[in-house]
Nanobody, 125 residues
């Protein structure tokens, strides 16, 4: 079992930056470093949308077209934490951001077994 806790959200202005963190704890002997991790987001009235994913080793990353070049996903396996650095934020980035852990990277939410509770990001114009 993996428990994920997101943090770092907040209210910022367009053009600002935020760094989200996803901290993991496990009740089994398996560590977060053996899981692929992704960030998704969901705005009111919208479906959950893929943002970025990183392989267990960190060697492979993937981004949605809407955030490519602005967001960077990274992980520190020694700290059991995955990060999402968000630069040049836009009002359309406003959403609840969720991290998720699974066996491999995918843009499909159902591929992930564990989810955090989410952190709100609000970008004002």
């Amino acid at each position: 079992q993996v428990q994920l806790v997101e943090s770092g959200g907040g209210l910022v202005q367009a053009g600002d930056s935020l760094r989200l963190s996803c901290a993991a704890s496990t009740t089994s002997g398996r560590k977060l470093r053996t899981y692929a991790v992704a960030w998704f987001r969901q705005a009111p009235g919208n479906e959950r949308e893929f943002v970025a994913a990183i392989s267990w080793s960190g060697a492979s990353t993937d981004y949605s077209d809407s955030v490519k070049g602005r967001f960077t996903i990274s992980r520190d396996n020694a700290k059991n934490t995955v990060y999402l650095q968000m630069n040049n934020l836009k009002p359309e980035d406003t959403a609840v951001y969720y991290c998720a852990a699974g066996e491999s990277t995918s843009a499909v939410p159902t591929y992930y077994d564990y989810w955090g509770q989410g952190t709100q990001v609000t970008v004002s114009s």
